[in-house]
């Protein structure tokens, strides 16, 4: 069955780095694009970053552009965030999201915790 | 580009109706028929209702539905039951751009 599995959260100091990880398995993870949304604490989804099935296209929502980077390893079927610079408004739960059809997603991680306090 | 533009919340007995809005514009929802919608309970990750306006995936209910008039669409959930009682999220979806509405709290009294 298809899974997502996000790691790579915690908590972390503004204007430092974090980087998490989207474990794909039971589906052929070379074909379909993957995205990031984000939820912060009693807010709603916010989409963040997406990139093409074969890595040839990405893609950022404005809040992350030039800090974040979305990129795919498709040997080890697994999605990356860099996220760089960090504020306090990066306080969310990060998802990873398969899209089908690039027009949707079918399937969603669990999510992970990103916290950005000193 | 904005959020979609959607209630923040609306509430209905159980067996009644209830629907839910999602505004955008003519280069979101009014260009693409590409609009989603998803069920999210506390805790919990979002889950697929409606995909490309008004197609259900296969396992969820009947009771859900989804259309489109120029910029707005719509998510209706009919016979009410507890369990629908969620937030729910609209999605402009594409693989160049994605926007989501603020969400709508939907209260089942």
């Known amino acids: 069955q298809v899974q997502l599995v996000e790691s790579g959260g915690g908590v972390v100091q503004p204007g430092r780095s974090l980087r998490l990880s989207c474990a794909a398995s039971g589906f052929t993870f070379s074909n379909y694009g993957m995205h990031w949304v984000r939820q912060a604490p009693g807010k709603g989804l916010e989409w963040v970053a997406l990139?093409?099935?074969?890595?040839?296209?990405?893609y950022y929502g404005d809040s992350v552009k030039g800090r974040f980077t979305i990129s795919r390893d498709n040997s080890k079927n697994t999605l990356f965030l860099e996220m760089n610079s960090l504020r306090a408004e990066d306080t969310a739960v990060y998802y990873c999201?398969?899209?089908?059809?690039?027009?949707?997603?079918?399937?969603w991680g669990q999510g992970t915790l990103v916290t950005v306090s000193s | 580009q904005s959020a979609l533009t959607q209630p923040a919340s609306v509430s209905g007995s159980p067996g009644q109706s209830i629907t839910i809005s999602c505004t955008g514009t003519?280069?979101?929802?009014?260009?693409?028929?590409?609009v989603s919608w998803y069920q999210q309970h506390p805790g919990k990750a979002p889950k697929l209702m409606i995909y490309?306006?008004?197609n259900r995936p296969s396992g969820v209910s009947n009771r859900f539905s989804g259309s489109k008039s120029g910029n707005t669409a719509s998510l209706t959930i009919s016979g009410l039951q507890a369990e629908d009682e969620a937030d729910y999220y609209c999605c402009s979806c594409t693989n160049v751009y994605v926007v989501f509405g603020g969400g709508t709290k939907l209260t089942v009294l």
């Open positions: 003519s280069s979101d929802v009014g260009s693409y028929n590409y």
């Open positions: 999201a398969r899209d089908i059809r690039s027009n949707h997603y079918d399937y």
């Open positions: 990139m093409w099935y074969d890595g040839s296209k990405r």
């Open positions: 490309e306006v008004s």
